[in-house]
């Protein structure tokens, strides 16, 4: 079963423009969230990472993220995007004791015009 | 300041051949993972390992193995290498018990092409 949907495969932006990356998860239980940026030709960089308490959670690069429950989501925001976040963006979730592993949703590909 | 470090970017091999991607990581994790990345795919898990000489299969094993016979090192072997395993191949690593919670690290990765 996929624990991590990403509903949109490519977005594009303006450069300037807010950003929203959506992810959708299903676990039962609390789950620990974390979104990842990947660079071409790169590895995943953490941007940020949710396990308890304040459900707005701040990351790198002026990134951030709320953790909805009611709507098992975890979007992704940005109040004005940089071309430079031009990338790939992955959420993932650790369910639980699975001794670390994380699920990866399929990705979003973020392109910005200048 | 590298932590997690894959021998090789980038890899051609031939169909039926042996190949050994190596990764090394100076973090003292308990756990590493290899997964395969592909375009609209995302990243599959491959295998992962716990703890020296102990390995688990991911979602996609066939075609795989593994050895883990230091901590620090995970070696992802294809026993005969055909052409659907050209991909990008990630590499990542993560302590257990309360510093789980700092996620992975990821090496850069491989991207292998089987010709």
């Known amino acids: 079963a996929q624990s991590v949907t990403q509903p949109d495969i490519h977005i594009t932006v303006s450069e300037g423009a807010s950003l929203e990356l959506r992810c959708n998860y299903s676990y039962g239980a609390t789950p620990y969230l974390f979104w990842y940026v990947q660079s071409p030709g790169q590895g995943l960089q953490l941007l940020l990472k949710y396990f308890s308490g304040d459900t707005l959670v701040q990351g790198i690069k002026g990134f951030e993220a709320e953790f909805k429950r009611s709507q098992s989501s975890f979007n992704l925001r940005k109040p004005s995007v940089h071309w430079s976040d031009a990338a790939e963006y992955f959420c993932a979730v650790r369910r639980g004791s699975t001794l670390g592993r994380l699920y990866f949703g399929r990705g979003t590909q973020l392109t910005v015009w200048p | 300041d590298v932590k997690v470090t894959q021998s090789s970017r980038y890899l051609v091999k031939r169909t039926g051949e042996k190949v050994f991607l190596e990764c090394v990581q100076d973090?003292?994790?308990?756990?590493m993972f290899w997964y395969r990345q592909d375009p609209g795919l995302g990243l599959r898990l491959i295998y992962f390992?716990?703890?020296?000489?102990?390995?688990e299969k991911g979602d996609i094993p066939e075609g795989y193995s593994v050895s883990r016979e230091k901590k620090e090192r995970f070696s992802l072997i294809l026993e005969s290498a055909s052409t659907n395993q050209t991909s990008m191949y990630l590499c990542a690593s993560t302590a257990q018990g309360g510093r789980l919670n700092y996620g992975y690290t990821f090496g850069s990765g491989t991207r292998l092409t089987v010709v």
């Open positions: 973090m003292d994790h308990e756990n």
């Open positions: 390992s716990y703890d020296v000489k102990m390995k």
